[in-house]
């Protein structure tokens, strides 16, 4: 039929690695969208595991992975693109939620996609509790050996993205690769960074229809805290970016 939109398929990708309780927090905020959501459990202790299953188990549309070892966000991420097979993924932090539940997120989504077909991310608007304030979006520019952030926006459109809370259409991952799995961080900088460098720039669509909420709560639990001196850990994230200045 002429002007007909057709179905998007979209599905949520969720790394665990510990906050339980966000965890099932950010599921609980995805569960009116009606699709599927995948959550890999990347190296978590098996009682936080134990307690996500038996809170997903009435949910048919909730579908957990696990790893026995942590990933890392690029492993963890890329592990749930090769093992899902819908069109559109919203990879989102697992201290990350939907801010207004009621909206149809897939609707929006098939509205975008049909008026901008060319764009491969579409980035909603990021609300962080912790500061009471949004995200600013912004593009890197290449000059010599130094890549610098922009915050000049034109037509709403970046060449970057949050890598846990942006709808990432999968071909994006076929025209530059996968996540180098070998960074624990900056993931979605290299990816960038990689396309800039072939002169074929992500295109990513800056959304304002749809909002996530970002809650970068302190950790309590001695699990919390174990896994925060893992995941924000200076020696990592320095080797990360020698990586990256090697590459």
């Given amino acids: 039929m002429q002007g007909e939109?057709?179905?998007t398929k979209v599905c949520i990708c969720i790394l665990f690695f510990e906050k339980l309780l966000q965890t099932i927090e950010c599921i609980e905020s995805f569960l009116p969208s009606g699709v599927n959501i995948y959550v890999l459990n990347n190296g978590s202790l098996l009682a936080s595991r134990e307690s996500l299953g038996k809170f997903c188990e009435p949910y048919k549309q909730v579908k957990i992975f696990d790893s026995s070892v942590n990933l890392g966000p690029a492993g963890g991420r890329n592990y749930l693109i090769n093992?899902?097979?819908?069109?559109?993924?919203?990879?989102?932090d697992n201290d990350v939620s939907l801010k207004n539940k009621s909206k149809d997120i897939?609707?929006?989504?098939?509205?975008?996609?049909s008026s901008n077909k060319d764009i491969e991310v579409f980035m909603p608007d990021m609300y962080a509790a912790h500061t009471n304030s949004y995200a600013k979006p912004y593009s890197y520019?290449?000059?010599g050996d130094f890549a610098f952030p922009d915050e000049l926006i034109s037509n709403n459109a970046v060449n970057t993205f949050r890598g846990g809370a942006s709808f990432i259409n999968r071909k994006l991952f076929d025209r530059v690769g996968l996540y180098d799995d070998?960074?624990?961080?900056?993931?979605?900088?290299?990816?960038?960074?990689r396309a800039l460098l072939l002169r074929m720039?992500?295109?990513?669509?800056?959304?304002?229809?749809?909002?996530?909420?970002h809650d970068h709560r302190g950790a309590i639990k001695e699990v919390d805290k174990k896994a925060a001196e893992v995941r924000y850990n200076l020696d990592t994230l320095n080797k990360c970016y020698s990586l990256i200045k090697s590459k």
């Fill in 5 to 7: 939109i057709l179905v």
């Fill in 83 to 92: 093992h899902t097979h819908e069109e559109w993924l919203l990879f989102v």
């Fill in 106 to 113: 897939v609707k929006i989504l098939q509205n975008h996609i």
């Fill in 141 to 143: 520019r290449i000059e």
């Fill in 182 to 193: 070998r960074l624990f961080a900056l993931e979605e900088f290299d990816l960038t960074l």
């Fill in 201 to 213: 720039p992500i295109r990513v669509k800056l959304i304002h229809d749809i909002e996530l909420m």
